[in-house]
Every structure is written in structure tokens, then in C-alpha cells.
């Protein structure tokens, strides 16, 4: 299983970008996937995940802001991100998890990160 993020970069605070996450190996139909976030210095957070019935969860962070969706055919999840903020501004991971119990478990499966920076 492999995932590979990308669409990270530099944008003024209220601006948007848009995260890809493309898989081989595995089905992103058939799993919950998610989007976390890791500023230096923090934790890394759950931002969204989106379930095999299309089902989506937010962090309340990002609500109304953010957007994940899933493109079966090119078995690919993104992560549409309007209204960015500087707080915005962290690593982004892909994960390939469970969605079990209203909760969400990662997996060992992360894509490579990419880097998103809002500046103000």
C-alpha cells in the first residue's frame, strides 16, 4: 500500500488549496480515509475523514472551511481547503484507517506529507 500526497504550498491567509492523496495497492472505496495535520512543535491532529459510504467528519477547527471528498475512479481523496488561516499552517498526512465505533483508527499506512503555509 502506497499513498502519495501532494498540492501543499504557500498561500496568503483566506486563500484556498486543494490536497491530493492518490493510492496504489489498496481501494480508498472500500476504507475510511483521513487527513491529519502536525505543526512544528504539536501533535498530529485528525483534520478529516471520509467513510466508504461517503460519510465525513471535520475537526471542528476546520468545519465550513474544509472540504474532504473521494474520487473512485482515479482512487484519489482530497482535501478542499478555503478560508486558510496561519493556524492552517502545518504538514499534511493521508491515512488509510477504520472507522469503528464513531471513531477513527489510523493505520500504518500515511502518505509522505506535504506542506501547507498561510501566511498572514
Same mark, same amino acid.
Given at each position: 500500500? &502506497?499513498?502519495? !500526497?501532494?498540492?501543499?504550498?504557500?498561500? &496568503?491567509?483566506?486563500?484556498?488549496?486543494?490536497?491530493?492523496? %492518490? !493510492? @496504489?495497492? *489498496? +481501494?480508498?472505496?472500500?476504507?475510511? /480515509?483521513?487527513?491529519?495535520?502536525? %505543526?512544528? =512543535?504539536?501533535?498530529?491532529?485528525? /483534520? !478529516?475523514? +471520509?467513510?466508504?459510504?461517503?460519510? *465525513?467528519?471535520?475537526?471542528? @477547527?476546520?468545519?465550513?472551511?474544509?472540504? +474532504?471528498?473521494?474520487?473512485? !475512479?482515479?482512487? *484519489? /481523496? $482530497?482535501?478542499?481547503?478555503?478560508?486558510?488561516?496561519?493556524?492552517? *499552517?502545518?504538514?499534511? $498526512?493521508?491515512?488509510? =484507517? +477504520?472507522?469503528?465505533?464513531?471513531?477513527? $483508527?489510523? @493505520?500504518?499506512?500515511? =502518505? &509522505?506529507?506535504?506542506? /501547507?503555509?498561510? @501566511?498572514?
Amino acid at each position: 500500500v &502506497q499513498l502519495q !500526497a501532494s498540492g501543499g504550498g504557500l498561500v &496568503q491567509a483566506g486563500g484556498s488549496l486543494r490536497l491530493s492523496c %492518490a !493510492a @496504489s495497492g *489498496t +481501494i480508498f472505496s472500500f476504507n475510511a /480515509v483521513a487527513w491529519y495535520r502536525q %505543526a512544528p =512543535g504539536k501533535q498530529r491532529e485528525l /483534520v !478529516a475523514n +471520509i467513510l466508504p459510504g461517503g460519510n *465525513t467528519n471535520y475537526a471542528d @477547527s476546520v468545519k465550513g472551511r474544509f472540504t +474532504i471528498s473521494r474520487d473512485n !475512479a482515479k482512487n *484519489t /481523496v $482530497y482535501l478542499q481547503m478555503n478560508s486558510l488561516k496561519p493556524e492552517d *499552517t502545518a504538514v499534511y $498526512y493521508c491515512n488509510r =484507517g +477504520i472507522w469503528r465505533g464513531s471513531t477513527y $483508527y489510523p @493505520s500504518d499506512y500515511w =502518505g &509522505q506529507g506535504t506542506q /501547507v503555509t498561510v @501566511s498572514s
